[in-house]
């Protein structure tokens, strides 16, 4: 396909609703897109030591992500924040200092989450932190998603209730996208 996106998962638990969410959000994306999810579980703890000898995950991680059109970030929130494992995988990706693999990349911001915010404390850190590696973030539609009977299919698509509000933001993040690559 012509666009690929990185999509970044910040939850590693095996029945995580957000891995979920990724897999029917990928049903939702057009033809020339292919969504691919992002191994940031090998990923060692940062450490600003190693940044002239970068592990081979992080080697890795920093090529796709390089590769990729945009980034599609899918995050649980943790303590009202971003979960430790997802600011690993955007510290290791931002170094060393000056070479960045997420500079200029467009970005989605999505999460679901057991609380009735939905992830919106999460995302909102988390926008801080792209805004700093200076990745175009989609505004608009916010979608901030609890976890409920139906959300999604038994085949893993987004549920009736909740699929045309996905299938619009999946088209709004696809335009933001392409308006960002040449
Ligand atoms: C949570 N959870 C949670 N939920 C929430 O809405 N706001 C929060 O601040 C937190 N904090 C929090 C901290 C920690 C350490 C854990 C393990 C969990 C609950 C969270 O929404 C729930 O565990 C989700 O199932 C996590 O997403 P995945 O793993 O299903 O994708």
New binding site residues.
């Given amino acids: 396909s012509q666009y690929r996106i990185a999509v970044v998962?910040?939850?590693l638990?095996r029945?995580?609703?957000?891995?979920?969410?990724a897999n029917a959000l990928v049903k939702l994306a057009p033809q020339d897109f292919s969504l691919t999810r992002l191994e940031i579980g090998d990923l060692p703890l940062y450490n600003q030591d190693d940044d002239g000898q970068q592990a081979q995950a992080v080697k890795r991680l920093k090529q796709e992500v390089s590769s990729a059109q945009g980034v599609l970030f899918v995050t649980?929130?943790?303590?009202?924040?971003v979960?430790g494992v997802l600011k690993n995988a955007i510290d290791h990706a931002s170094r060393p200092y000056g070479q960045s693999a997420w500079a200029g990349k467009p970005a989605g911001v999505i999460g679901?989450?057991?609380?009735?915010?939905?992830?919106a404390?999460?995302q909102q850190h988390l926008r801080n932190i792209l805004a700093y590696l200076d990745m175009p973030t989609l505004g608009q539609p916010e979608a901030f998603l609890q976890?409920k009977e139906g959300l999604f299919n038994p085949d893993g698509g987004i549920g009736e209730g909740s699929r045309k509000f996905l299938q619009d933001w999946m088209d709004r993040y696809v335009a933001w996208v392409k308006k960002h690559t040449d």
Avoid: K, W
């Fill in positions: 998962v910040g939850s638990r029945d995580s609703f957000n891995q979920q969410l649980p929130e943790y303590n009202r924040s979960p679901i989450s057991v609380g009735s915010i939905g992830t404390l999460a976890a």
